[in-house]
């Protein structure tokens, strides 16, 4: 009865962490949206685009970074879930001494590569080759410090503290709000101070989040450590995940190299203003996920596999219908968000925008079984097999394109990479958890969403066909859109536990909304 009472307190804090993670979000994606018409406007399409790739190539480094982010996360949680505060200080200063020795050698490697990437292949007006350059300096310095950042990030979430995450995270959109505007009464060059005014932000963040955690959390106290066994898992574990990394950077930035080479910063503009949509929408995935995947591990680590099969099921479901319904009116009405949104449309933007939002449905079923099979701990098979499906991503895309495709097509090798690695996850994971059922999982998730997508998108489509473009049809398309698969989603993607749940809930929302008034 415990565990079982402990299991439900679990559950009300996930859904009281995500409440408190999107009400942060809704601010933080109003600001970013709008902040990129302003900085897009400011700046110019080529401007933007080279901040697009330049600060995309410093962002290559992330691979060594996201593996090592992703060690610190799961160790911490781990260590949590055990209940050993000697082990949690000692896996914080383990993190602590790796990611500032990382820092180091990527502003090293950045100098050594980077420059002469910039000066030598980048595709830009040769006046804009010293602006680029300063713009490049600053992202790698903004890079380190978000490195070192990391461990007082992955604590703050181990511990599921979500409101501090939430007042820092608002803290920087009122800021980025603020760059945007400053940057049109810029001293000098636009590209350039906008760069130095996102350095200075992201070293402001970073000592927030240090501050904090000194204050409220124990094992956040930093001392050099030894400890060789741990250093060894941790390098293990984190060099297995650089090839899964490594391709989600190239899938990315990657390509953005590639576009830049056969079509200049005008496309890349473009592909930069859907990342931004893509970002935005992914978020409210990634925000769930970040409240669920502590529990994922936890559970793991104290042995408890039937709740944490619980939540891979649950969030791989909840997560595909979240991005279900923010994205299918972003790709219906496509051309008219894009259209007032913003000043200037780059060609290419709003195909960009339909095509990358269809790969983050199928992400969005992956990112549980990601979580859990880090959780494991053995990754090896795993990355080997995930991570050299997704690099297929770049090759796939500089073929296309030397043979002529059109810039769009890189999206379309994204999807079919992005569905066949989906499946590889699925079979893999029974590997390290046998009681997981890749077949049972398919049947009762993957099938499921798949009907409820295909069943809530035929109406939205023929409405869509059938009315003109204009601000009115616009917003009755998404309120009638959200009504049709918010009911297809109860009665046909939701057990019927979960739909009295949310009925309940939604019901108690009212009737508190309806005394207020």
């Given at each position: 009865?415990?565990?079982?009472?402990?299991?439900?307190?679990?559950?009300?804090?996930?859904?009281?962490?995500?409440?408190?993670?999107?009400?942060?979000?809704?601010?933080?994606?109003?600001?970013?949206?709008y902040t990129s018409r302003v900085i897009l406007d400011a700046l110019g399409v080529e401007d933007y685009g080279i901040y697009n790739v330049v600060g995309g190539f410093v962002s290559m480094f992330a691979l060594i970074s996201a593996a090592l982010t992703s060690a610190c996360t799961r160790f911490l949680n781990f260590e949590l879930g055990k209940g050993d505060p000697e082990r949690q200080n000692i896996v914080f200063s383990t993190a602590v001494t790796i990611q500032w020795g990382l820092a180091i050698f990527v502003a090293i490697l950045s100098e050594a590569i980077g420059v002469w990437y910039v000066n030598n292949v980048m595709v830009l007006s040769p006046e804009r080759l010293t602006a680029a350059n300063w713009c490049f300096q600053f992202s790698v310095f903004n890079f380190?410090?978000?490195l070192i950042t990391v461990p007082y990030n992955a604590s703050i979430i181990a511990h599921e503290k979500m409101k501090a995450f939430a007042y820092i995270g608002l803290f920087q959109g009122l800021a980025q709000l603020g760059i945007s505007f400053l940057v049109y009464i810029e001293p000098f060059d636009r590209l350039v101070f906008y760069a130095l005014l996102l350095m200075i932000l992201q070293f402001l963040t970073r000592y927030m989040y240090q501050v904090y955690c000194r204050k409220h959390f124990e094992e956040c106290h930093y001392r050099f450590v030894l400890d060789k066994p741990l250093l060894k898992h941790m390098f293990s574990y984190s060099l297995w995940h650089l090839i899964g990394n490594g391709a989600a950077v190239l899938k990315n930035h990657g390509v953005n190299l590639v576009l830049n080479y056969f079509f200049g910063p005008a496309v890349n503009a473009a592909r930069g203003l859907a990342n931004q949509i893509d970002g935005a929408v992914n978020q409210f995935v990634g925000n769930f996920m970040l409240a669920m995947n502590p529990q994922i591990t936890q559970s793991y680590a104290k042995g408890d596999l039937k709740y944490m099969l619980n939540l891979i099921n649950k969030g791989s479901k909840f997560s595909f219908y979240l991005v279900l319904i923010l994205s299918l009116?972003?790709?219906?009405?496509?051309?008219?968000?894009i259209g007032i949104w913003l000043k200037q449309i780059p060609e290419y933007t709003v195909i960009f925008t339909q095509l990358t939002l269809i790969v983050m449905l199928f992400s969005a079923l992956s990112k549980p079984l990601i979580t859990a099979q880090n959780a494991t701990g053995n990754v090896r098979d795993y990355q080997l097999v995930v991570g050299g499906i997704n690099l297929l991503n770049l090759p796939g895309s500089f073929i296309c394109l030397y043979f002529g495709c059109n810039p769009q097509s890189v999206v379309v090798v994204a999807i079919i990479v992005e569905v066949i690695a989906f499946m590889a996850r699925v079979f893999m994971l029974p590997k390290t958890i046998p009681s997981f059922n890749p077949l049972t999982f398919l049947?009762?998730?993957?099938?499921?969403c798949l009907l409820v997508a295909g069943i809530a998108v035929i109406p939205a489509i023929i409405v869509d066909y059938y009315l003109p473009e204009n601000f009115f049809t616009f917003v009755f398309n998404?309120?009638?859109?959200?009504?049709?698969?918010?009911?297809?989603?109860?009665?046909?993607?939701?057990?019927?536990?979960e739909r009295t749940l949310i009925l309940s809930k939604v019901k108690g929302l009212s009737s508190k909304f309806l005394k207020q008034c």
């Amino acid at each position: 009865m415990s565990a079982i009472k402990e299991n439900t307190n679990n559950t009300k804090r996930i859904a009281k962490n995500t409440l408190v993670l999107y009400v942060r979000l809704l601010f933080l994606m109003l600001v970013t949206l709008y902040t990129s018409r302003v900085i897009l406007d400011a700046l110019g399409v080529e401007d933007y685009g080279i901040y697009n790739v330049v600060g995309g190539f410093v962002s290559m480094f992330a691979l060594i970074s996201a593996a090592l982010t992703s060690a610190c996360t799961r160790f911490l949680n781990f260590e949590l879930g055990k209940g050993d505060p000697e082990r949690q200080n000692i896996v914080f200063s383990t993190a602590v001494t790796i990611q500032w020795g990382l820092a180091i050698f990527v502003a090293i490697l950045s100098e050594a590569i980077g420059v002469w990437y910039v000066n030598n292949v980048m595709v830009l007006s040769p006046e804009r080759l010293t602006a680029a350059n300063w713009c490049f300096q600053f992202s790698v310095f903004n890079f380190c410090m978000n490195l070192i950042t990391v461990p007082y990030n992955a604590s703050i979430i181990a511990h599921e503290k979500m409101k501090a995450f939430a007042y820092i995270g608002l803290f920087q959109g009122l800021a980025q709000l603020g760059i945007s505007f400053l940057v049109y009464i810029e001293p000098f060059d636009r590209l350039v101070f906008y760069a130095l005014l996102l350095m200075i932000l992201q070293f402001l963040t970073r000592y927030m989040y240090q501050v904090y955690c000194r204050k409220h959390f124990e094992e956040c106290h930093y001392r050099f450590v030894l400890d060789k066994p741990l250093l060894k898992h941790m390098f293990s574990y984190s060099l297995w995940h650089l090839i899964g990394n490594g391709a989600a950077v190239l899938k990315n930035h990657g390509v953005n190299l590639v576009l830049n080479y056969f079509f200049g910063p005008a496309v890349n503009a473009a592909r930069g203003l859907a990342n931004q949509i893509d970002g935005a929408v992914n978020q409210f995935v990634g925000n769930f996920m970040l409240a669920m995947n502590p529990q994922i591990t936890q559970s793991y680590a104290k042995g408890d596999l039937k709740y944490m099969l619980n939540l891979i099921n649950k969030g791989s479901k909840f997560s595909f219908y979240l991005v279900l319904i923010l994205s299918l009116p972003i790709i219906i009405n496509a051309h008219f968000i894009i259209g007032i949104w913003l000043k200037q449309i780059p060609e290419y933007t709003v195909i960009f925008t339909q095509l990358t939002l269809i790969v983050m449905l199928f992400s969005a079923l992956s990112k549980p079984l990601i979580t859990a099979q880090n959780a494991t701990g053995n990754v090896r098979d795993y990355q080997l097999v995930v991570g050299g499906i997704n690099l297929l991503n770049l090759p796939g895309s500089f073929i296309c394109l030397y043979f002529g495709c059109n810039p769009q097509s890189v999206v379309v090798v994204a999807i079919i990479v992005e569905v066949i690695a989906f499946m590889a996850r699925v079979f893999m994971l029974p590997k390290t958890i046998p009681s997981f059922n890749p077949l049972t999982f398919l049947k009762n998730i993957g099938l499921k969403c798949l009907l409820v997508a295909g069943i809530a998108v035929i109406p939205a489509i023929i409405v869509d066909y059938y009315l003109p473009e204009n601000f009115f049809t616009f917003v009755f398309n998404v309120l009638f859109f959200m009504c049709i698969s918010s009911v297809v989603i109860l009665y046909l993607g939701c057990s019927y536990n979960e739909r009295t749940l949310i009925l309940s809930k939604v019901k108690g929302l009212s009737s508190k909304f309806l005394k207020q008034c």
